[in-house]
């Protein structure tokens, strides 16, 4: 919603966010925690709404499924997904958000509290979760990783409308980093046999956080 309906609602104060020209209707507003913004976004590199849901196939059953359903088509998924897929989500909320109008300008704050991740899984690692190692028995993990990165945003804008003709407006963002984790190398494989697993791994994160 954020990148298409509510870009097009001018009049309100959150379009601002998306494109610092808009001026909203009101002359001035002011938000505070609960009340102000809360966006969450999520996406994924290999997958469709159609790959995850589907109606039941079975005579009489008028139900949206998923692939795990039991008359779900678990094969389906996974021939949909890449050698490697990345699912990235995002969550911000807004402590504070202000702005006002001065005759043609309009002045925009912004404060707001972003974590942004992405979770890299390999296919094989969805094949050994739905079927074991009832279809193979090797199977390659590397390049699972997690990066998250939790930071605080300040955004200041400024927005000047030449007589209802048309607007420009710019923004001005300071990033305030507080915590990260980044998977830099990932090498992990499984082979499992009917009476042994062998796993292998080496892992490397970089890990940055406050002072304790």
């Given at each position: 919603?954020?990148s298409?309906?509510l ?10 966010q998306?494109?610092?020209a ?7 507003y002011l938000?505070?925690?609960g009340l102000?913004?809360l ?11 159609d ?5 039941d ?5 008028d139900?949206?499924?998923t692939?795990m ?5 678990k ?10 897929n990345?699912l990235?989500t ?17 002045y925009t ?12 899984f390999?296919?094989d690692f969805?094949e050994?979760?739905l079927n ?8 390659n993990f590397s390049?699972?990783g ?7 945003e ?5 927005s000047y409308?030449f007589e ?8 001005v963002?300071?990033?305030f ?7 830099r190398?990932s090498?992990?494989?499984?082979t499992a046999y009917?009476?042994r697993w ?11 956080g406050?002072?304790?």
């Amino acid at each position: 919603q954020v990148s298409t309906t509510l870009y097009h609602m001018y009049g309100i104060p959150q379009a601002n966010q998306l494109n610092p020209a808009f001026q909203p209707s009101c002359n001035a507003y002011l938000g505070f925690p609960g009340l102000s913004p809360l966006s969450f976004g999520t996406g994924i590199n290999s997958l469709k709404y159609d790959d995850i849901f589907s109606f039941d196939p079975r005579p009489g059953m008028d139900q949206i499924i998923t692939f795990m359903h039991p008359a779900g088509d678990k094969e389906a998924f996974l021939n949909a997904l890449k050698p490697v897929n990345s699912l990235n989500t995002g969550v911000g909320t807004n402590p504070l958000s202000m702005g006002w109008r001065d005759k043609q300008f309009y002045y925009t704050i912004d404060f707001t509290i972003k974590i942004e991740n992405d979770i890299r899984f390999t296919k094989d690692f969805m094949e050994f979760v739905l079927n074991g190692n009832r279809n193979q028995e090797r199977f390659n993990f590397s390049e699972t990783g997690l990066d998250v990165s939790y930071f605080h945003e300040l955004a200041l804008g400024v927005s000047y409308d030449f007589e209802d003709q048309f607007q420009v407006g710019g923004r001005v963002k300071v990033l305030f980093g507080l915590a990260n984790v980044n998977t830099r190398l990932s090498d992990i494989t499984l082979t499992a046999y009917e009476d042994r697993w062998d796993f292998n791994s080496n892992i490397m994160l970089d890990i940055t956080g406050p002072e304790l």
